[in-house]
């Protein structure tokens, strides 16, 4: 389902075109940003050549995951759901302690792309072209706009609020140099895309997953007021109003959430993608591009516009590069809810044996198999072979017997599996479970910066679970369970009630559908949870063993040793502003705590 990878593709001849013609002119200098050049009377008397700098635009906006250029850091750092997975970068500046007043994780400050957004909508404002042209293509940057100070705003809490274009030959007013509060950057931003979603109402078409629409602005609208409502609700308020909503405002902002988000759920425009095999379902929504569940993606073509991300994390035997380097943790394969509304856990170590390597979560939620590749499931055609080692013992286990070398055979059968971490050819340590979320398995040896799989930025199953959980700290139990049940049916779990949801439930539901998405972090940083979740925590995998005797398999716990402790301090919950921002613009306050 590739068709939206055509929208932009008619546009970059555009973009040369307007350069050649421009610059012909004598205006423009090819080494410089065209932006800067191009005047607006040039450019905006064409739809064409209006639409080429939108795309200009999109192709700048900072999307969650993958390598969007708009990410100012690794883009595989973009979709890491911290305390849920295990990957090489250990020493991660989140996770570990790094961040303080030089060091921003994660940082987004980006005041050139939001001059960029606002001289686009004062041009197209100004514009003569029609007024439905106008509108929609105002009402889309208006949604960037919007959406890049909410991911502000989750980063910093209150930043310096700028809407208008400055003139660079003019001295910088005072309110566009200090930090706004954040209550105020919440309601700008739950008012920017109210505005939008009016402006580009009947005119946006849903099955462009690459551009927004009014229901995109809905859905933004969702995810802010979320957060708001979450920080009203569990955060602090400083004294200066930098940092932190007033707890009076929690319910405003939780109805504000739910009511945007049933906008997009009642607007009929998309559906959860289901039917058949629920893990093949789920699995299904990250693999096939423009979806009836995405409401928007960034675009991928494989080619000008392309990522590594299955080049790096398909299981290393059929990988062309270093494969499985994400690895999901046993505490996260753990936290799935059984099919019988229960969370017991499967007795490991080795006086417990299994038929194969999925057997012990077999009754788990179905999502925890489209997420992670187990000892023998299949990928592309193939087996999965990531034993540890194998216990040659007759009669019962001794995992003092247990074989462990590359390249040994025990009667014919390797004491290693191909897909261990053991395998000299995986260069990272290994939880011993394999990242399936993203990973298409059509072919083996993706080669690298070739992909064009699309990245989910927004889907539909998101708005269920905003709504539930605003529902639920509104007290309005039954609608919370009601919106809940629409991802938990999905996959078979039991349903919810008035009298069984609880917030516990609510929280750990959002996070077995969304995992990877690149929620957690800032899940919970917004329930003010993250001490807890992450001081002192101790990374689990398992190692895999093959019982040769039986061919079963047992699965003996083990410490991830990291070589720096997991640490999460109070000041944490937001990013700092840093020395650096400070010492270029003297009108900037600290963060509290750095």
């Not at 686009?120 to 949604?143: M, N, P, T, W, Y």
């Not at 809490?157 to 700028?162: A, E, I």
């Not at 998405?517 to 992450?534: K, M, T, Y």
Request: net charge negative.
């Amino acid at each position: 389902m590739k068709n939206t990878k055509q929208l932009y593709k008619p546009i970059a001849p555009l973009i040369i075109l307007l350069l050649v013609l421009v610059s012909c002119e004598g205006v423009l200098d090819l080494n410089e940003d065209p932006r800067d050049r191009v005047s607006a009377e040039q450019v905006f008397q064409d739809e064409a050549f209006a639409e080429a700098l939108a795309a200009d635009l999109y192709a700048g906006f900072p999307f969650n995951g993958f390598n969007s250029p708009g990410l100012r850091f690794d883009g595989m750092l973009g979709h890491h759901d911290f305390g849920t997975e295990r990957s090489f970068e250990f020493e991660g500046c989140k996770t570990h302690g790094g961040m303080d007043a030089d060091s921003d994780c994660d940082g987004l400050w980006d005041y050139e792309y939001i001059r960029d957004l606002n001289s686009f909508i004062q041009d197209i404002r100004e514009s003569e072209l029609s007024e439905d042209f106008k509108s929609r293509l105002e009402g889309e940057a208006r949604v960037l706009r919007a959406a890049v100070y909410f991911k502000m705003q989750t980063r910093y809490g209150g930043v310096p609020l700028v809407d208008v274009v400055l003139d660079p030959f003019e001295e910088v007013a005072e309110e566009y140099r200090v930090r706004s509060t954040e209550e105020a950057i919440a309601d700008f931003i739950d008012t920017e895309l109210e505005t939008a979603a009016g402006m580009l109402a009947g005119l946006g078409n849903p099955e462009e997953k690459g551009r927004v629409n009014q229901w995109t602005a809905y859905a933004y609208k969702a995810r802010a007021n979320l957060w708001s409502a979450s920080i009203a609700n569990f955060g602090t308020l400083a004294d200066n109003g930098l940092t932190g909503i007033p707890s009076s405002r929690a319910d405003e902002f939780y109805q504000k959430a739910s009511n945007a988000a049933q906008q997009v759920i009642n607007s009929g425009a998309y559906s959860l993608l289901q039917g058949g095999d629920p893990a093949q379902a789920y699995w299904n929504v990250f693999i096939e591009d423009s979806n009836p569940e995405i409401i928007f993606e960034r675009i991928y073509n494989g080619v000008e516009i392309n990522h590594p991300f299955s080049h790096q994390n398909q299981p290393t035997p059929f990988s062309e590069g270093q494969g499985s380097e994400l690895n999901p943790t046993l505490g996260h394969v753990m936290s799935f809810e059984n099919l019988d509304g229960t969370f017991t856990n499967p007795d490991l170590g080795p006086d417990n044996l299994y038929e194969d390597g999925a057997a012990p979560w077999a009754n788990k939620d179905p999502r925890v198999h489209a997420q992670v590749l187990f000892q023998g499931d299949l990928y592309a055609g193939n087996v999965v072979q990531s034993y540890e080692g194998l216990d040659p013992t007759q009669g019962e286990t001794n995992p003092d017997n247990i074989i462990s070398e590359v390249g040994v055979s025990h009667e014919g059968t390797p004491t290693v599996g191909s897909a261990s971490s053991n395998q000299a050819n995986h260069f990272r340590p290994s939880t011993g479970f394999l990242l399936y979320k993203y990973i298409p398995d059509e072919d083996i040896l993706i080669p690298d910066d070739r992909e064009d799989n699309n990245w989910k930025e927004l889907r539909l199953a998101e708005m269920y679970l905003i709504a539930a959980e605003s529902e639920f700290e509104l007290d309005n139990l039954a609608d919370a369970a009601e919106f809940l049940n629409y991802t938990r049916e999905r996959v078979g779990l039991i349903p919810l009630d008035a009298s069984t949801i609880t917030r516990e439930l609510v929280r750990r539901e959002r996070t077995s559908e969304l995992v990877f998405e690149g929620h957690r972090w800032d899940d919970l940083r917004r329930w003010r949870i993250a001490q807890d979740r992450l001081n002192g925590q101790i990374v689990q995998g398992v190692r895999t063993i093959l019982h040769h005797e039986t061919g079963q398999f047992y699965f003996i716990p083990h410490n991830y040793a990291e070589p720096t402790q997991r640490q999460f301090r109070p000041e944490h919950y937001y990013n700092p502003i840093t020395n650096g921002r400070i010492e270029e613009n003297g009108d900037l306050v600290e963060n509290p705590g750095y």
